[in-house]
């Protein structure tokens, strides 16, 4: 599965991924893998391209067509700040019809979008104080402007202060101080902070809602469930087909801004397998986000009219572990499961034959191609199933005649939970499965129904093991607040139930302290921690791979960037692509 986070609304997950034959478990030698890429001793990675999109000026693009664009699942909570809502399809779908008053370029950089916002800077350090100016022209799709009362609805929904507001991350949120208009009356968002916020552009960067639909627990929680009753972009008018699992969005006739080229945009819910073969095929256009996996390389390569795109983004693989059930509440038994899992192994055999390098991640907040990036895993990071097979023995466990630990009479049996129908997050289950039956524990997987994933299994972590990819933000360290903070602490997406003070203090200073480098220092010392607990085990950092037919611009593997709905359409004369 696929969960993205938002800039400060969540970091959002995808489920397809897997695991291929198995490989050699050596670290040594090449690990770059033709991707062109170069490696430090410390997993740091550089070369790898930040975007793959055909760029083209809309000037060599024709006017009209259809983009028919696959994504993983039907979603049903459209409320993309709710704790059910940061899914890579629901951003998908979002992108075209939601406001997002600030975008991401592919350097990671955040700036304006001058259709919602014309202007915006910090004004005032003590305290900090945040002007935007509106574009008066913005409209929601009912015909009322966007003004500060949706900015001001959507930011108090969740600062924590409300009840029934289930949200996904309340970081940044909760150390606004207030909300008003400034002085162009509503048209103008002036945010002054309680406490220094430093990547205060995070709160722009997601989606915005109508503040009726924020104005209680219940519409925040409920009102876009199954529907999108507003919408503010320059797509609009969704329409749900539940019998064909798809969403069609067609260009807004008010929308003020450059006018889409698209005649319509048709979003199919398609597994990772049918998506591929329908890409192959013809049928789709856009296969949005394939799992990494050799096989499904293999087979969209064999389109013949169309290409593969590989960029290099905030998203990573990694398996989330839960420290709340039986013998996982045990640090030890935790410690032990990672260091009894061959990363080395499953991340050679997802990259094989992918132009991309073979290299462990080994930090939660800052990817191997990013600044801030070092190894914080220590022991744990390297495999030694000797070791883990030594701590569970000290740990007071001993071997049954089944050949798996046990303490008490209780054997260690661990859930693995997988979305059914997912082949490569079957392939991870069973691998995991056979490695640590090797070091005498036991693991079933759950394979349960995709649409139930998310908020029956993962939300309330009824798991033990979970692999799944966060897609991140252009900000590693507020946007994994939600996911490393304690659960009663802003961490709407810890899913883990692992709840350690010095984690959330030492992430609380580092969202507040305005020197990048202390920040960075923080967010790492914070890491520490959280491998030294096995909230998570890290796998890699995840390629965005897509497919995408020939001719169509404008629309690949975006990397950091956000993606311009308006700018996407067919060459006119579609000899040239560029990335």
């Known amino acids: 599965m696929r969960r993205r986070g938002a800039a400060v609304a969540a970091t959002a997950v995808a489920f397809t991924m897997i695991v291929g034959a198995c490989g050699s478990s050596s670290s040594g030698g090449d690990n770059t893998n033709g991707s062109g890429a170069t490696t430090n001793g410390q997993g740091q990675v550089s070369?790898?391209?930040?975007?793959?999109?055909?760029?083209?000026?809309?000037?060599?693009?024709?006017?009209?067509?259809?983009?028919?664009?696959?994504?993983?699942?039907?979603?049903?909570?459209?409320?993309?700040?709710?704790?059910?809502?940061?899914?890579?399809?629901?951003?998908?779908?979002?992108?075209?019809?939601?406001?997002?008053?600030?975008?991401?370029?592919?350097?990671?950089?955040?700036?304006?979008?001058?259709?919602?916002?014309?202007?915006?800077?910090?004004?005032?350090?003590?305290?900090?104080?945040?002007?935007?100016?509106?574009?008066?022209?913005?409209?929601?799709?009912?015909?009322?402007?966007?003004?500060?009362?949706?900015?001001?609805?959507?930011?108090?929904?969740?600062?924590?202060?409300?009840?029934?507001?289930?949200?996904?991350?309340?970081?940044?949120?909760?150390?606004?101080?207030?909300?008003?208009e400034g002085d162009n009356g509503k048209f103008s968002v002036v945010v002054v902070f309680k406490k220094p916020f430093t990547d205060w552009k995070a709160i722009f960067d997601t989606f915005l809602y109508p503040a009726h639909y924020m104005s209680t627990a219940d519409l925040f929680n409920t009102g876009y469930v199954s529907k999108i009753p507003v919408t503010g972009g320059p797509f609009g008018n969704p329409q749900f087909n539940k019998s064909a699992q798809t969403v069609t969005v067609t260009p807004d006739p008010n929308w003020w801004g450059d006018k889409p080229l698209l005649d319509k945009i048709v979003f199919e819910t398609l597994s990772s397998t049918a998506a591929n073969q329908a890409y192959v095929n013809g049928e789709i256009n856009f296969d949005y986000d394939v799992a990494v996996d050799p096989d499904d390389y293999k087979q969209i390569n064999k389109a013949k009219d169309g290409h593969v795109t590989l960029a290099a983004g905030p998203d990573y693989r990694q398996i989330t572990v839960s420290s709340v059930h039986g013998f996982m509440t045990d640090e030890k038994v935790r410690q032990a499961v990672m260091m009894g899992i061959n990363r080395d192994l499953l991340i050679k055999s997802d990259l094989n034959h992918i132009p991309w390098p073979t290299v462990p991640l080994n930090n939660h907040f800052f990817m191997n191609s990013q600044d801030g990036y070092t190894d914080n895993t220590a022991n744990l990071g390297t495999y030694n199933p000797t070791a883990a097979e030594q701590l569970l023995k000290d740990d007071g466990f001993v071997k049954d005649k089944n050949g798996y630990y046990a303490k008490g009479g209780k054997e260690i049996d661990l859930e693995f939970m997988i979305p059914d129908g997912i082949v490569s997050s079957q392939n991870e289950g069973e691998l995991t499965q056979e490695l640590l039956k090797q070091i005498g524990i036991k693991v079933h997987i759950n394979a349960v129904p995709i649409n139930q994933w998310s908020g029956k299994y993962l939300t309330p972590g009824k798991f033990d093991l979970a692999p799944f990819s966060w897609l991140g933000t252009p900000f590693p360290i507020s946007s994994s607040l939600s996911i490393y903070s304690s659960p009663k602490n802003g961490g709407g997406q810890n899913f883990t139930g692992t709840a350690n003070p010095q984690v959330d203090t030492l992430l609380k200073q580092a969202v507040s302290e305005p020197d990048a480098t202390k920040a960075t220092d923080l967010a790492n010392q914070a890491d520490k921690l959280l491998y030294q607990e096995v909230h998570t085990i890290t796998l890699f950092q995840r390629p965005q791979m897509c497919g995408v037919t020939n001719g169509l611009a404008n629309l690949g593997s975006f990397g950091f960037a956000s993606i311009d709905y308006t700018k996407i359409g067919y060459q006119s004369s579609p000899s040239t692509t560029s990335s």
């Open 47 to 180: 070369g790898l391209k930040g975007q793959d999109i055909n760029v083209q000026p809309v000037s060599a693009l024709k006017q009209g067509g259809t983009v028919k664009w696959s994504v993983d699942q039907y979603t049903t909570q459209w409320n993309y700040n709710q704790v059910d809502g940061p899914e890579a399809t629901t951003s998908n779908v979002l992108g075209a019809i939601m406001p997002t008053p600030m975008v991401s370029q592919a350097d990671a950089s955040v700036v304006a979008d001058p259709n919602f916002i014309t202007k915006i800077s910090e004004t005032s350090a003590s305290p900090q104080t945040i002007t935007a100016e509106l574009n008066p022209d913005a409209k929601w799709s009912d015909g009322t402007s966007i003004t500060e009362a949706d900015y001001a609805a959507n930011f108090t929904a969740c600062d924590g202060k409300h009840k029934g507001y289930q949200c996904a991350s309340n970081t940044g949120y909760n150390q606004i101080k207030s909300v008003s």
